[in-house]
């Protein structure tokens, strides 16, 4: 394939750092970076449709029918603090700020390969979403349209280190509540602590917290998020924690709720499901994984310890795998990074994999 001005450093490192720079995690508006997305396929000559609510529309854009469809979320989590790198700060090949890996370094990937596959005749399709950190509404809306079961293929461009994922985590996340009695902090005698009963659940969960490796063959489970109280001197008559469970291909995760309930039972508590989403095994000789291994040349196939869109579009489309640009170990972490020519790389790729199916 030939070099491009369109399939350059250059041009990934605007691109990227447009994207890194614009507001885009669940407390912010996603309807620009979405507008954004759309103008820049429409200038393509991509037809676009909006779909979903307005605050975080997904988007499906297609040139030509039944090509390719590439799917990228432009959504990421918050910034958070204690970062040493400036949004969108270069150094070297890299390129810093919160969704470079996860996932607007795909994004990228997939805007330069339309950019290339626009002057051709070679078919194709985007689906983007802006919804993916808090649910995957958005996809629930996309997997129902055309473009999805009628792809050839469909490539999931998560950050996967360009290896092909073929088996994925399942997902589970519990809400827990605890409920007490207020009182004046120097009468305890008067009230019921929520708190309390709060850390003693959350010793019950304790041991399952212990698997710190995160492989796809063990159920992880993390405590990540709790609220209580509402001053110093009131005992708290509520406490709320949020659990994500993530659980290996040969388990279900209401299994894995099984597993969670049995550690909480006989603690006063309530349980509540905030999300789940089954694992996925794609078949190691599906059409799409032998014709990427001829497309993209020495790549790998591996696990995907987190969860993805393909969830959402498998049972409508089973040709699908996830393979994509960035380290997966940087996704939601502070200084999170990619290197610019996995981008271009990938890119590439899709191009190549792009006109093999047409």
């Known amino acids: 394939m030939s070099a491009s ?16 720079l614009m507001p885009s995690s669940n407390v912010d508006d996603r309807r620009g ?10 200038n393509l000559g991509f037809k676009c449709r909006l779909l979903g609510p307005g605050e975080s529309p997904a988007i499906i854009a297609s040139k030509g029918s039944r090509g390719l469809l590439l799917s990228g979320h432009l959504d990421t989590v918050p910034i958070g603090d204690s970062w040493s790198k400036k949004q ?11 969704g470079a890996a996860d996932m607007k370094g795909g994004c990228v990937a997939i ?31 996309l997997a129902r349209e055309p473009e999805i079961s009628s792809a050839p293929a469909i490539v999931i461009c998560e950050p996967t280190g360009l290896t092909i ?39 019950r ?18 405590i990540d998020v709790i609220r209580g109280g509402t001053k110093v001197n009131i005992i708290p008559d509520a406490c709320k924690a949020e659990i994500d469970v993530r659980t290996p291909p040969n388990m279900k995760p209401d299994e894995a709720l099984g597993i969670v309930r049995e550690k909480l ?54 040709n699908i795998v996830a393979f994509g640009p960035g380290d997966p170990g940087q996704a939601h972490r502070i200084d999170e990074r990619i290197d610019l020519d996995e981008v271009v790389r990938a890119a590439r790729i ?9």
């Open 88 to 98: 969108g700060e270069m150094e070297g090949g890299t390129l810093y700020g919160r």
């Open 33 to 42: 970076i979405a507008r954004f997305a759309v103008r820049n396929l429409e």
């Open 5 to 20: 001005e369109k399939l350059s450093i250059k041009n990934a490192e605007e691109l990227l750092r447009t994207l890194v």
């Open 265 to 318: 039972s006989g603690i006063d508590c309530q349980l509540s499901l905030i999300n789940r989403l089954d694992p996925i095994s794609i078949p190691p000789d599906a059409k799409i994984v032998r014709l990427l291994k001829r497309t993209a040349g020495n790549v790998g196939t591996g696990d995907i310890a987190y969860a993805t869109e393909m969830i959402k579009y498998r049972d409508h489309n089973g």
């Open 350 to 358: 899709y191009v190549a994999l792009a006109s093999n199916l047409s």
């Open 165 to 203: 994922g073929l088996r994925e985590k399942g997902l589970l996340q519990l809400g827990l509540t605890t409920s007490g009695r207020s009182a004046h902090a120097a009468m305890p005698q008067l009230g019921e602590n929520a708190i309390h009963k709060m850390l003693s659940a959350l010793a």
């Open 205 to 222: 969960l304790e041991p399952l917290s212990r698997n710190r490796e995160g492989t796809t063959e063990r159920m992880t489970l993390n």
């Open 111 to 141: 805007l330069m390969a339309a950019a290339e596959i626009s002057k051709s005749d070679v078919p194709l399709s985007v689906a983007l979403t802006t919804d993916e950190e808090t649910g995957m509404s958005g996809a629930d809306l």
